[in-house]
């Protein structure tokens, strides 16, 4: 049974910091690949990042340049670093992957960036 279980988040002024933390079970995070996805309110569930196998990340232009995408195998997590967050960051960010042609979840996690 794989299962993604979230941690982190919560809330931050505009310029601030936050890590998220993705913990496989079931499937190793260093053989497949993690993205990061988030929803804000009344919109619709956007790609962020992933890291695939081999090390390579790629970023949505939105967060490119402020967010860092990182695993540790040894503690199978994947992480999120958010820097310089703004207001518009704020959503509800889940990590997700894929094994054997199936797609598992994160529980979400909430990120709210206000003042």
């Known amino acids: 049974q794989v299962r993604l279980v979230q941690s982190g988040g919560g809330l931050v002024q505009p310029g601030g910091s936050l890590r998220l933390s993705c913990t496989a079970s079931?499937?190793?995070?260093?053989?497949?690949?993690v993205a990061w996805y988030r929803q804000a309110p009344n919109k619709e569930r956007e790609w962020v990042t992933t890291?695939?196998?081999?090390?390579?990340?790629a970023y949505s232009d939105s967060v490119k340049g402020r967010f860092a995408i990182s695993r540790d195998n040894a503690e199978n997590t994947v992480y999120l670093d958010m820097n310089s967050l703004k207001p518009e960051d704020t959503a509800v960010y889940y990590c997700?992957?894929?094994?054997?042609?199936?797609?598992?979840w994160g529980q979400g996690t909430q990120v709210t960036v206000s003042s």
């Open positions: 890291l695939v196998s081999g090390g390579a990340s």
């Open positions: 079931g499937t190793l995070v260093s053989t497949n690949y």
């Open positions: 997700q992957t894929e094994v054997r042609g199936t797609k598992f």
